[in-house]
């Protein structure tokens, strides 16, 4: 379960740094700009993410924040790894995830980084992706609560990265749960309380 690093530190700074800023473009915002949806910030939860713009009850414009936001940390790995090494493709996700969550551009209030984590796993190993897409359709078709499909996705995926003998991606795996947890820290309250909204619930 280690995470070998071949690269210079130099280059792998420069990884991390291009990572957070692609992953700090704020998809969900400017999808709801452009659509005419208003402002993501005072709609619903004020997350940027797809599931809040399903709020709006635009069923586009939620797919197209959710393609956007896998798809800027998609980038930053596929970029890093065609370009780097392996180290540097890790790095470059996480990053990536880390901008979505905490973006520069909205005073570090970003969203709770589920599609960017999706969007990351992927583009890591797609089987992992898979099995991850898998664990949060199953979890949200039975209970239709978007944050509990991603916290228990969250804490399968180190299970499924050592099942599947994708070992170096463990301890990222830990992180991106350690933080997934820690964006959806009021949904986990919530929860429990009973006052969660559901699924295409505005």
Known sequence: MNFDLTSAAELLAFWAIAGYLL???PFGIVTARVLGLGDLRQIGSGNIG?????????????????????????????????????????????????????????????????ATFFGLLFA??????????????????I????????????????????????????LLSLCLAGVIYWRHRENIIRLIRGQESKIGQK
Not at 125 to 141: D, E, Q
């Open 50 to 114: 797809a599931t809040n713009v399903l709020r709006t009850g635009s069923k586009l414009g939620a797919a197209l924040t959710l393609i956007g936001d896998a798809g800027k940390a998609g980038a930053a790995v596929l970029l890093a790894r065609a370009l780097a090494a392996e180290d540097a493709a890790q790095i470059a996700g996480f990053a990536a995830f880390l901008g979505h969550c905490y973006p520069i551009w909205l005073k570090f209030k970003g969203g709770k980084g589920v």
């Open 124 to 141: 890591l190993a797609w089987p992992i992706g898979v099995a991850a897409g898998a664990t949060w359709l199953a979890t949200a078709a």
């Open 23 to 25: 992953g700090a473009i």
């Open 143 to 170: 209970f239709r609560f978007s944050s509990l499909a991603a916290l228990l996705t969250a804490v399968m995926t180190p299970l499924w990265i050592i099942l599947m003998g994708f070992n170096s991606l463990f």
